[in-house]
């Protein structure tokens, strides 16, 4: 039988209403069969940090507005793992971060428009755009790249910029026609 669980503290005299749940219904998404232990060890760790975030605010250790943006970050991050799960349909999840719009210099020195992000879009080869989640408030949610995909992506810009650099400092000469040279062949 479930209970309900209701958390309240007060605020200058008043008491908000912070949370009325199930006990327990949090587990359901860190128990779910359908996902891989990897996901499920992440909706777990979501799941904790939620109750740290509720300690906190029943201690009165954090503001309201402290509280409710954490909580809808989370929400935000659990809503994109799981979405990412069901659609690749892996056992595995980036490092995701959630940031809402006053919080993009917190990844970037210089943060991009809000109105030119495009998902699937890489910033500064260490973070990919991955969308938008309302969760009580809009966050933008990124995936930090591996080191093997910034590494991956730093040689195709090398690549691609040693290409360039190369078609500038050689131009054809119009009418000319480029020569190949045959491969000698040997026998073994």
């Known amino acids: 039988m479930a209970t309900r669980r209701l958390v309240i503290f007060g605020l200058a005299g008043s008491f908000l209403i912070l949370c009325l749940c199930k006990a327990g219904s949090a587990q359901t998404f860190a128990e779910d069969p359908q996902y891989g232990p990897v996901v499920r060890a992440y909706l777990g760790y979501l799941k904790n940090e939620q109750e740290v975030v509720d300690d906190r605010a029943s201690r009165h250790e954090v503001t309201p507005a402290y509280y409710r943006r954490n909580s809808n970050r989370i929400r935000a991050l ?8 069901r659609e690749t349909g892996n056992d595995y999840l980036p490092e995701l971060e959630a940031v ?3 919080e993009f210099g917190s990844l970037f020195e210089q943060p991009p428009r809000l109105n030119a992000l495009r998902v699937g879009e890489v910033f500064r080869t260490t973070f990919r755009y991955l969308g938008v989640v309302r969760s009580g408030e809009v966050f933008y949610v990124f ?6 995909e ?9 690549k691609s910029s040693a290409e360039a650099q190369n ?6 000469l119009s009418g000319s026609k480029s020569v190949t040279r045959a491969r000698r062949v040997s026998n073994p």
């Open 78 to 85: 659990r809503q994109m793992a799981m979405r990412i799960a």
């Open 150 to 158: 910034q590494s991956e992506l730093m040689a195709r810009q090398t």
């Open 143 to 148: 995936a930090r790249l591996d080191p093997y």
């Open 167 to 172: 078609s500038v400092t050689q131009p054809q």
């Open 100 to 102: 809402s719009a006053d």
